[in-house]
């Protein structure tokens, strides 16, 4: 009688467990997919915003792939500095004829 009792709640124990466990896996999934998702919205909208603000990069239309989005936001930042720094020398020898 103790046998199978004990016997009966070690079943009931490792259920338990066995639910907990596929309970955390599919909700573990469920915050990475909402995770990548939301990686997916943060850099799309980031190169739509810096694609609208100039416009260098307007007739480059990218997926809401996430690496081709940094790729593309890479090469807007890059013209961007670029631009900085020839008419931040520029105005730096104008400065210096006069």
């Known amino acids: 009688m103790w046998i199978e009792g004990s016997f ?3 079943l009931y124990l490792l259920a ?3 639910l907990g466990a596929f309970w955390y896996y599919f909700s573990i999934q469920q915050e990475l997919s ?4 939301a990686c997916k919205k943060f850099f799309y909208s980031f190169w739509w915003g810096l694609r609208n603000l100039s416009n260098y990069g307007t007739n ?6 996430v690496w081709e989005n940094c790729f593309a936001i890479l ?4 013209w961007h500095a670029t631009i900085f ?4 020398k520029s105005t730096d020898i ?3 004829e006069n």
């Open 8 to 10: 009966l709640f070690f």
């Open 16 to 18: 338990g467990h066995a």
């Open 34 to 37: 909402c995770w990548y998702g």
């Open 60 to 65: 480059l239309e990218t997926s809401t792939y």
């Open 75 to 78: 090469i807007s930042l890059h």
């Open 85 to 88: 720094i020839s008419h931040w």
């Open 94 to 96: 104008h400065l210096d």
